[in-house]
Structure formats: C-alpha cells, structure tokens
C-alpha cells in the first residue's frame, strides 16, 4: 500500500468510527488524549500523525490500527442464496449462512424433508453446538439422550461426541446448526 491517499483513508475511518459511536470531536479526542484541533485535523486529512497518536486514536476506538488505515470496505455485500455453499447430506440440505469464513464458528441451515436422519459429524475436543428448532420438529441424540425440539426450542450440547439429527414429523424441519470450535494452541 502506498502513501497515496494515506492521510485521507485515516480521515474517512476515524470520522466513520467516530460517527458510529455517536461521539463528538471533543468527546473522542479526551479519550484518545489528544487536543481536540488534533483530532480535528486527523478527521480532514490534513494531519501527519505519529504512530504514538494513531496508536492511542486506535486505542480510543477499540479497533486494531490497521483498521484505521486499510482500504474502506463496502457498508454492505448481498449475498444471493446460490453464491451461499450448500451441500447434500443424504437426502438432508445443509447450506453456510457464513458466506466469508468465520474463524472458529460454523453456522448452517438445515432442512430436513419428513422422516429423514443427518448423522452429526463429531467435532474437536471441547466443541459447543447450538441447535435451534425454526420449523416442524427435530429431534437430537446425543451423549446418550434425545431431546425432541419444536419450532423456537434450542438445545445446546458437546459437538465432539457422536450426534444425530432427525424430522419423525410428516413434513419439512428447518433447523440452524452454530458450532463453536475449539481454538487451536
């Protein structure tokens, strides 16, 4: 990355942090312990500030100090459902809310038709899943026991212990899966 545009990248993002945390110049800069004509001047671009002040401006926000630098990203992205991954599992449609990975979750739809089964795929060693009930009923086996859940229930178990997942109902479940891995030391 270049200098180019340097100083006004820093202005746009202190402005736009700033902005979202309903701050005034005044405000942020005591936070930051700057004058408040330094902040001023950081939010027009028309500051050349040293790592010292951008640190303790980071500090402030609450944001890493390359977010304060790195190129503006888009306030939003659509995602239409056939960009979303999606899988077949036997008769049973698994399919990614996460579009950009997540470290350390994993979040699924799925949609089970009537009287099918998923056999969950155990996970690391002190893994959390969350299974949440949308539509119909689906019924969890795990660690020995069976929990039925309906529309709005949610069970929360050990994801790296065998699992299952199954619709007895006569029409479609739909369920979401949040697994919670384990970081890795």
């Not at 950009?100 to 099918?116: A, C, F, K, N, Q």
């Not at 996970?123 to 689906?138: A, D, K, Q």
């Not at 859940?149 to 050990?158: K, W």
Request: hydrophobic share 40%; with cysteine; aromatic share 4%.
């Amino acid at each position: 990355m270049g200098t180019e545009g340097l100083s006004e990248r820093i202005a746009r993002s202190l402005k736009t942090l700033r902005d979202a945390r309903g701050l005034t110049q005044e405000q942020i800069a005591r936070l930051a312990g700057v004058p408040r004509a330094t902040w001023a001047n950081l939010e027009t671009g028309g500051g050349n500030p040293t790592l010292a002040v951008l640190h303790r401006v980071a500090q402030a926000l609450q944001v890493p100090l390359d977010e304060l630098i790195a190129q503006p990203r888009a306030a939003c992205r659509f995602y239409p459902r056939e960009k979303l991954a999606e899988k077949k599992r036997g008769n049973v449609t698994l399919r990614s809310l996460l579009p950009d990975p997540l470290p350390g979750m994993v979040l699924d739809r799925m949609e089970l038709p009537p009287r099918s089964q998923l056999t969950g795929v155990p996970h690391m060693p002190g893994t959390r899943e969350y299974l949440s009930c949308e539509v119909g009923t689906i019924v969890l086996a795990a660690a020995g026991e069976r929990w039925t859940l309906h529309a709005g229930d949610v069970v929360v178990f050990r994801g790296d212990q065998r699992h299952s997942y199954s619709n007895p109902g006569g029409l479609v479940a739909v369920g979401y899966s949040v697994v919670l891995l384990v970081p890795v030391s």
